[in-house]
């Protein structure tokens, strides 16, 4: 048979979504063969499979017994036909025609790797892509993955790529079957074994919302964190067994950047792993990275610092449980004492030093406790839910009367999660930004409102516009629209993102930001995701250091501000053109500009002022606060 395109779907118990999956693939009219692998499904995924594979000639159903997904990939990978080959999860879809020009466009260029476009099913947001300085382009694996890397946009995940088949065979690509976290080494080889990489602009891939489900989630931390850890260093020895000439040495240390995020993401799980008995770690080589730092190339470094930071910091935490594996809080307690509290559980949470201004203050009939044991006789337990799918294995069941958290103060889109609307149903209380949350817990908590700057001058403020964005989080298409005003103005960008600029003198963290925003009339302050109610530090630490912000995100931001003139609002203008053709007048006309200043000498919004001074006090002694309240209107 042959095939253009060789697409591997590997199906579970995708009863309710498979046909539309399949549907998806059929629709795209191109010379498809359709190779399902069921994964030991026990519903009724099975007889939809079956009828789809009598009805089209061009489907097969395999019956090879099912070992795992990394066996399913090489097995489906063996029994393509097709030029190239995909992967897609039954439960996702494909986008329409998507495929066709994909391959057109990728065999036109004989690319090996062929990338498009991510994006969630639920609210049809772009939730994975490359750098848009890089579609349309054709280059080698190394330098890809290189500058996925530093733009910190790199996805170990084989979704969303489309790979050319002979070349999968002639570099002898699989999928290692013993390891749990396969994808990590896989994409990293191929990405290094490529000789051409297109990066394209198509939206091809539709990821579904995967359900995460605390009574129903049965994930082995152990063995999961285990194999984390050795395919960290795997990766670390791929690193060291590369040497590139002094010009490429940002391709060695990408792979180390690479490296030390794994380490990061097995000792995060590490760290979930304090209730499950002794974890006797493995061995490692991260702390290597000590001695070979100083060769790694400065356009990386801090990224590689900042993995391997944390990593350690996870490592650490572990450690120091290990010695004392109980809450110091609650473990001098006596049980007579312990009897007359009410325990809040903080299941996920930081480490404690985060917790001494709240425990200073805390309501004396309650206690909070980072130690898991406790989790049955808690009166409440709050699951920080950003990092709930690597901090919950096993089942937990809800006692009868215990009251549940859900803590967040990041934008839902990032985590699917977070939409599951059967994960949601468990939970009694919300503590998050949202303004109707039951304990609201923005990004302005913590905004001094005595530390804005007054008396601001036109002559104070020396040079035009400035941005800070690391992030590659690019849900507001902001990296776009930057991309397109800064054809118009120029921007000093001192992040990441289309860096051009650089902080002069010592590094002291947010001092040092508040510090450079002030030398600038107008700060980028655009936010990764555009909700209703999420503001962020983007916005408020321009006004803090007299600076006018320009602003992309929330619609209802106004409800957020001390004055209604306090920013310039994207909103506001038809294109970036039009938004930089103001600026330009804003820079000749100190009157239009100073009157975003107006605000600092006038009353200010008195519902900011109300919400800024709420925020003062913890969420945790507010919770407290709702938690007596509830008992009040039983």
């Keep these: ?22 549907d998806s693939v059929i629709d795209n009219h191109l010379a498809t063969e359709i190779i399902l692998v069921n994964g030991g499904s026990t519903d009724g995924s099975t007889a939809i499979a079956r009828s789809y594979e009598s009805k089209y000639p061009n489907i097969t159903l395999t019956k090879q017994p099912y070992r795992g997904v990394a066996a399913a990939r090489n097995h489906g990978v063996g029994k393509a036909h097709g030029e190239y080959v995909i992967f897609v999860s039954g439960d996702d879809k494909i986008g329409g025609a998507s495929l066709g020009k994909l391959y057109c466009i990728g065999s036109a260029a004989q690319a090996d790797m062929v990338c498009g476009l991510i994006i969630d ?17 054709v280059m080698p694996g190394i330098e890809g993955f290189t500058a996925l890397v530093k733009a910190n946009a790199y996805n170990p995940l084989p979704y969303g790529y489309m790979y050319r088949k002979e070349w999968l065979e002639q570099c002898n690509l699989s999928f290692d079957e013993e390891s749990i976290n396969a994808d990590e080494f896989w994409m990293q080889s191929a990405f290094l074994f490529a000789n051409k990489v297109l990066f394209t602009s198509i939206a091809f891939y539709y990821l579904a919302p995967k359900p995460l489900l605390i009574h129903d989630i049965d994930l082995d931390g152990p063995p999961h964190a285990k194999d984390l850890l050795r395919t960290g260093a795997l990766l670390f020895d791929l690193a060291k067994s590369y040497s590139f000439e002094e010009s490429q040495r940002i391709y060695n240390s990408c792979i180390y950047a690479n490296a030390l995020r794994v380490y990061m993401s097995g000792f995060r799980i590490v760290t979930a792993l304090r209730t499950h008995s002794i974890f006797e770690l493995p061995t490692h080589n991260m702390h290597s990275f000590k001695e070979i730092k100083n060769d790694i190339s400065s356009e990386i470094s801090s990224l590689c610092q900042m993995y391997y930071s944390r990593a350690s910091d996870f490592e650490q935490e572990y450690q120091a449980w290990l010695n004392n594996p109980c809450d110091p809080i609650v473990s001098n307690m006596t049980e007579v004492e312990l009897e007359q509290k009410r325990i809040i559980l903080v299941y996920n949470g930081p480490a404690w030093q985060h917790y001494e201004d709240t425990l200073a203050n805390l309501p004396p009939n309650y206690v909070i406790t980072l130690d898991r044991k406790y989790k049955d006789r808690a009166f409440a337990i709050v699951f920080y839910m950003p990092g709930l799918n690597e901090h919950l294995y096993g089942d937990i069941e809800k006692p009868e009367g215990q009251i549940w958290i859900r803590w967040n103060m990041e934008p839902e889109t990032k985590f699917l999660w977070m939409l599951n609307e059967e994960l949601n149903d468990v939970f009694d209380l919300r503590m998050d930004y949202h303004s109707y949350a039951d304990i609201v817990c923005p990004y302005y908590a913590g905004f001094k409102v005595s530390k804005i700057a007054l008396n601001i001058t036109p002559e104070q403020k020396k040079n035009k516009i400035c941005m800070l964005i690391s992030s590659r989080v690019n849900q507001s298409r902001r990296e776009e629209y930057v991309a397109e005003l800064m ?7 001192y992040g990441r993102l289309y860096k051009n600029s650089s902080m002069e003198g010592e590094d002291k963290g947010w001092e040092s930001k508040i510090a450079l925003y002030g030398q600038y009339k107008f700060v980028i302050a655009f936010e990764n995701s555009i909700l209703e109610d999420y503001v962020t530090e983007k916005l408020y630490d321009p006004l803090l250091a007299g600076s006018v912000p320009i602003y992309m995100g929330a619609p209802n931001v106004h409800e957020f501000t001390p004055a209604s003139d306090c920013l310039i609002n994207t909103d506001y203008f038809t294109s ?3 938004l930089a053709s103001y600026l330009k007048q804003c820079y000749e006309d100190d009157t239009e500009y100073m009157k975003y200043h ?7 919004n008195e519902t900011f002022v109300k919400k800024v001074e709420i ?14 309240g509830k008992d009040s209107d039983q």
Aim: net charge negative; proline share 6%.
């Design 1 to 22: 048979m042959t095939s253009s395109l060789s697409v591997i779907v590997l199906f579970e118990n995708h009863e309710q979504c498979l046909a539309g999956c399949l």
């Design 121 to 137: 099913q639920r609210t049809s947001r772009v939730i994975d892509s490359c750098p848009t300085h890089l579609y349309d382009q």
């Design 487 to 493: 054809q118009y103005v120029d921007i000093d960008s």
């Design 576 to 578: 970036p053109k039009e």
């Design 598 to 604: 107006r605000w600092r000498e006038e009353p200010w």
């Design 615 to 628: 925020q003062d006090e913890s969420p945790f002694i507010r919770l407290c606060q709702v938690l007596d």
